[in-house]
C-alpha cells in the first residue's frame, strides 16, 4: 500500500517563508510526475507545481518565482519551498505522485493535506 504522508505546514506572516514535504512510502516499481495542489474554501483544487522523475519542474504564474518545488529521489520525497507568502496562498496544500506498482501498473495517489496559513 502506497502512502504519501505531507509535513510542514503551518501559520505564517505575509512575506514569510513555509517549506513543505512529502514522504512516499510503501511497495512500488518507480515513481514518476510528483505535484503539489492547492485547495482553498469554497475553491476549486489548483495546481502549485510539478517535477518530472528527471527533474523538469511547471508552475503556474500565481506562484512562478516565489515557490520552487524539488525532489529527492533516493528518499521518495518531494518538497515545496515557499517563500513571499500572501495571503491568498492560504488553502489545503496536497502532494500527489504517479506510480508504477511492481506489476507495472500507473496509478495516482494523492496525500492527506496540510494546512497552510498566512495571515498577521
Known amino acids: 500500500q502506497v502512502q504519501l504522508v505531507e509535513s510542514g505546514g503551518g501559520l505564517v506572516q505575509p512575506g514569510g517563508s513555509l517549506r513543505l514535504s512529502c514522504a512516499l512510502s510503501g511497495s512500488f516499481f518507480s515513481i514518476n510526475d510528483m505535484g503539489w495542489y492547492r485547495q482553498a474554501p469554497g475553491k476549486q483544487r489548483e495546481l502549485v507545481a510539478r517535477i518530472t522523475s528527471g527533474g523538469i519542474t511547471d508552475y503556474p504564474d500565481s506562484v512562478k518565482g516565489r515557490f520552487t518545488i524539488s525532489r529527492d529521489n533516493a528518499k521518495n520525497t518531494v518538497y515545496l519551498q515557499m517563500n513571499s507568502l500572501k495571503p491568498e496562498d492560504t488553502a489545503v496544500y496536497y502532494c500527489?505522485?504517479?506510480?508504477?506498482?511492481?506489476?507495472?501498473?500507473?496509478?495516482?495517489?494523492w496525500g492527506h493535506g496540510t494546512q497552510v496559513t498566512v495571515s498577521s
Open positions: 500527489d505522485a504517479d506510480v508504477l506498482t511492481t506489476l507495472k501498473y500507473l496509478y495516482h495517489y
